[in-house]
C-alpha cells in the first residue's frame, strides 16, 4: 500500500547539505499501525510529509496503492490528499474563521460532496468524536483536546484508508493523549491504516510496528503487524491475529 | 470549492475587516462613483440641448447666407416663392436679423439683442405671447418700429409697470413696446426671456445691415427633411452658384452634432475617471496579497485537505470580484447620489444610464479578476508543505 524506495530528501543549504532522508526503504501495509519514532531533527515529519504527497522526494520512488506519485502532476497529488489520505497535525490547523462543522466539511467539499450530504457525513465524524454538540463553535472557543478531535474528525470525514498523525498528542496532557491514541487505536481495529509520528516510547508501544529514524535512516523496524495479503506470500517476521482479522474485516465496518 | 462557499467566505472576510475592506474598495468606489456622476450630468446636458433645440423644432430648417466672394444676397421675395412653389415640403419662413442693442426706459437700460423676424416667427418657434401681440404683416411691410420683449426686459426696464404701449429706446431709435413673452426660463439675463422682437425690416436699421443673412424655414414633415434640405440646396446653388456661399442646416442635424460632441466629450471624461478604475485595481491587487501571505498556512491546510489549484485560485479570485463588486455598488449608489446632488446645485438635468451603471458593475467586477489574479495565481502555486510551514 505504502512503499519507499531508496528515498532521499536533501534540502541544500549554501555549501552543505541536509539530508533530512537519507536512503529510506520502507513497506506499509494496509490496516497497519505504525509508529515512527526518533529525535527531534531526524527527519520524522519530513518522511510522513512525503508518505502524505505533501512533498516530494528528492531521489527515490514512492508508490501509494501501486501508483508512482513521482509521476503525478499537482492536482492528482490534491485528489490522492483529499481522498485516500487524512491528516493529523500536532497544532490542529484547524481555519480559525471556519466554524467546527465548516472545517470538517472541508475535505468533502474538495471532492465536490453536495452540501447536504456533507453536513450529514461532517456530523457523523463529530459524532465519532464525541464533539458533536460543539459543531457550530468556531475553533478558538474550544480547548486543545477539542480541537484536536475535531481535526481527527475532519481527517477521517472522507473516510481515508491511510490516516497520518504527526505528533497528535503533542500539544495535550496525557490523560486527553491516550483518549487519542485509543480512538487511533480503535479506527485500526476498523481497518484504517495509521502511521503515527511520535519521540514518546509510551505512545509509539501503542502502535503494533515501531520504526525507528536518526539522521534520516531507518535504524530499527519492529517489522510488518499484518500479513501481506492475497497474491503475496507471506515473508513477514510478525503479525498478530486480530490484526489480521480487521484486516480482513475491518474495510467492512467503515466502508 | 463550490461557489457558494467561496463566496460566503469572501462576504465573511469582507466584515471581519470592515475599514481595510472599505480602503481597499475606495479607488473603486471612486473610480464608478466618478464614471457614474459624469454619464448623469453629461447625459442630462444633452438631453436638456436636445429638448432645446427641439422646442425650437425639428422641422426648423436654418439657411444662411454667408456671401462670400459674391454681392449676391438672397430676398425675402425669394424665399417666399421658394416656399410658394413647393407648398409639399416648406410650411413657412422667416427672415432673421440680429443686432445687440442697448435697451433704455426711463433711467434703466440692459443690453440685449434684437432679432428681427417676421409674423410667422412665433407659429415656427412656438413663441408665446402673454400679453398684447406679436409682430404682424403690417408691422414688417411698414417697417414700424414696434417691438415684443421677453419678461427680463419687462422687468428689469418696467420693474412691475405694464410695459404695453409704453416706448423704449433701442440704440437711440424709439421703439413701442407691443408685447410681452411668456416666461419661460425664470425671466434670466442671457436665457430665452432675454430677447427683443422686432420687425425684420426695422431690424436691419438696428444691425446696420441692408442684407438678411439668415432664414429660418419649417419643413412640413419631419421624416422628409432631407429632401426639404436638398430642395433649399438646389436653389441656393442656382442663385449663388457657390456650395461655400451659403449653409443649411436642420435642427435635427444641430441635435445629432451636439450629441456627438457631448458624447465624445463624456467619452474622455469617463476614460479620465477610468484611470482611478486602474488605480482601484492595484489596491485591490496590493490587498490581495497581503491577504495570501496572511492566510499561506490555511492554503497549506486546504491544500492538505485535497484543494486543487483551481480551487485555490477560485476562492481568491472570487474573494477579489467580490471586494471590487461591492466596491462597485458603493460606488454606483453614491455616484447617482451625488449626480442628483450636483445637478440640484447646479441646476442641471441629471439623466444617469442604466447601461452606465451596468457596465460600471462589470467593469469593477472584471478589475477584481484581472487584479485578483496575479495574487490569486501565488497562493495556488504554493508547495503545500512549505505553506503549511509558513507562520
Ligand atoms: N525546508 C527545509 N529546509 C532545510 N532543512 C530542512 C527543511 N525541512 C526540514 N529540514 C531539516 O531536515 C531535518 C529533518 O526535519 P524534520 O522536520 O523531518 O524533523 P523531525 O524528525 O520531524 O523533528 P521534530 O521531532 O523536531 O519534529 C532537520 O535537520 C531539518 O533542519
Ligand atoms: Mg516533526
Redesign the pocket.
Known amino acids: 500500500m505504502i512503499r519507499l524506495e531508496d528515498v532521499y ?1 536533501i ?1 541544500q ?1 549554501g555549501e552543505n547539505e ?4 537519507d536512503g529510506i526503504t520502507l513497506e506499509i501495509r494496509e490496516n497497519e499501525m505504525a509508529a515512527i519514532i ?12 512525503i508518505i502524505g504527497c505533501l512533498d516530494v522526494p528528492t531521489q527515490g520512488k514512492y508508490f501509494l496503492n501501486g501508483q508512482d506519485v513521482s509521476l503525478m502532476n499537482d492536482d492528482e497529488l490534491a485528489d490522492f490528499r483529499g481522498k485516500t489520505l487524512g491528516f493529523i497535525f ?1 497544532q490542529y490547523n484547524l481555519i480559525p474563521k471556519l466554524s467546527v462543522l465548516e472545517n470538517v466539511e472541508l475535505p468533502l467539499i474538495y471532492q465536490g460532496i453536495p452540501e447536504k450530504e456533507r453536513i450529514e457525513l461532517a456530523v457523523r465524524a463529530l459524532e465519532k468524536v464525541g464533539i458533536a454538540d460543539k459543531k457550530l463553535n468556531m475553533p478558538s472557543q474550544l480547548s486543545g483536546g477539542q480541537q484536536q478531535r475535531v481535526s481527527i474528525a475532519r481527517a477521517l470525514v472522507g473516510n481515508p484508508s491511510i490516516i497520518l498523525a ?2 497528535p498528542t503533542g500539544a495535550l496532557d496525557s490523560r486527553t493523549g491516550r483518549e487519542v491514541l485509543e480512538f487511533l487505536q480503535s479506527l485500526n481495529e476498523e481497518g484504517n491504516t495509521i502511521i503515527l ?1 511520535t ?1 514518546d516510547m509510551g505512545v509509539a508501544e501503542k502502535a503494533k510496528r515501531i520504526i525507528r ?1 536518526s539522521d ?1 535512516k531507518i535504524v530499527e523496524d519492529s517489522g510488518h503487524s499484518v500479513p501481506e495479503q492475497i497474491e503475496v506470500k507471506s515473508y513477514e517476521r510478525t503479525g498478530s491475529i486480530k490484526g489480521a482479522a480487521a484486516a480482513a474485516f475491518g474495510r467492512e465496518g467503515t466502508a | 470549492m463550490n461557489f457558494k462557499q467561496s463566496f460566503r467566505l469572501a462576504i465573511k472576510s469582507l466584515k471581519a475587516s470592515k475599514m481595510r475592506a472599505f480602503l481597499t474598495m475606495l479607488g473603486i468606489i471612486i473610480g464608478v462613483a466618478s464614471v457614474i456622476i459624469l454619464v448623469s450630468l453629461m447625459n442630462g446636458l444633452s438631453q436638456d440641448m436636445t429638448s432645446r433645440f427641439e422646442s425650437m423644432g425639428t422641422n426648423t430648417i436654418t439657411v444662411n447666407v454667408m456671401g462670400r466672394g459674391t454681392n449676391r444676397t438672397l430676398s425675402v421675395d425669394e424665399v417666399e416663392q421658394l416656399v410658394e412653389d413647393n407648398p409639399k415640403y416648406l410650411d413657412q419662413y422667416s427672415p432673421k436679423v440680429s443686432a445687440s442693442v442697448t435697451a433704455k426706459y426711463d433711467v434703466n437700460s440692459v443690453d440685449t439683442s434684437v432679432i428681427g423676424v417676421n409674423e410667422y416667427y412665433d407659429d415656427m418657434q412656438s413663441v408665446v405671447v402673454s400679453e398684447g401681440r406679436f409682430i404682424q404683416y403690417i408691422d414688417t411691410l411698414r417697417r414700424l418700429k414696434i417691438c415684443v420683449i421677453g419678461t427680463y426686459e419687462a422687468t428689469e426696464l418696467f420693474g412691475g409697470a405694464d410695459p404695453i404701449g409704453e416706448t423704449i429706446k433701442l440704440n437711440g431709435s424709439t421703439y413701442t413696446v407691443v408685447g410681452v413673452l411668456e416666461e419661460t426660463a425664470d425671466s434670466e439675463e442671457s436665457s430665452a426671456d432675454d430677447v427683443i422682437y422686432v420687425p425684420y425690416t426695422a431690424a436691419t436699421r438696428l444691425a446696420n445691415s441692408a442684407s438678411i443673412g439668415t432664414y429660418y424655414l419649417t419643413a412640413v414633415d419631419t421624416d422628409r427633411i432631407e429632401e426639404t434640405m436638398t430642395i433649399i440646396e438646389n436653389m441656393m446653388y442656382s442663385v449663388f452658384d457657390d456650395e461655400d456661399a451659403y449653409r443649411v442646416t436642420s435642427m435635427s442635424e444641430m441635435i445629432d452634432t451636439v450629441n456627438e460632441m457631448t458624447a465624445s466629450i463624456a467619452m474622455v471624461l469617463v476614460g479620465i475617471a477610468g484611470i482611478s478604475l486602474v488605480v482601484g485595481g492595484i489596491g485591490i491587487m496590493n490587498i490581495m496579497l497581503v491577504s495570501v501571505t496572511e492566510r499561506t498556512r490555511e492554503i497549506g491546510i486546504r491544500k492538505s485537505l485535497g484543494a486543487k489549484k483551481k480551487d485555490i485560485m477560485r476562492q481568491f479570485l472570487i474573494e477579489a470580484a467580490t471586494t471590487s463588486s461591492a466596491g462597485g455598488v458603493i460606488g454606483i449608489v453614491l455616484g447617482i447620489g451625488a449626480a442628483y446632488g450636483a445637478g440640484a446645485v447646479m441646476d442641471m438635468t441629471v439623466a444617469p444610464s442604466w447601461n452606465a451603471v451596468a457596465i460600471a458593475f462589470s467593469v469593477s467586477v472584471a478589475i477584481g479578476m484581472i487584479f485578483g489574479y496575479f495574487p490569486a495565481n501565488k497562493a495556488a502555486k504554493m508547495n503545500p ?2 505553506a503549511l ?1 509558513y507562520d
Do not use: L, P
Not at chain 1, 541536509?18 to 532522508?21: D, H, L, N, Q
Not at chain 1, 526518533?38 to 510529509?49: L, V
Open positions: 530528501k534540502y543549504m541536509v539530508r533530512a532522508i526518533g529525535q527531534s531533527g531526524s527527519g520524522k515529519s519530513t518522511c510522513m510529509n500536532q504527526d505528533e509520528i519521540h529514524i534520516g | 508543505i512549505d510551514r
